[in-house]
């Protein structure tokens, strides 16, 4: 089962174990899914905050 996380600076910290983060961008939200061995974390947030996160993230990015 996938993990919602809520807290931005918690999900850059998980990202340090992904192997890669999917972006999908919809209408007026963007879900970043973070892949880890054992579990998929995923966050919602505005297009305008995703792409900060997105730079501080340090794992391979997938546009979907």
């Not at 910290?13 to 061995?37: G, N």
């Not at 974390?41 to 305008?48: G, H």
Request: one cysteine or more; aromatic letters at 4%.
């Amino acid at each position: 089962m996938p993990r919602e996380v809520f807290d931005m600076e918690e999900f850059i910290k998980l990202s340090e174990r992904a192997s890669h983060c999917r972006v999908k961008r919809l209408k007026e939200v963007v879900k970043l899914k973070l892949r880890t061995p054992k579990t998929l974390y995923t966050l919602k947030v505005n297009p305008e905050r995703a792409a900060e996160i997105i730079k501080r993230l340090r794992c391979e990015i997938v546009e979907v």
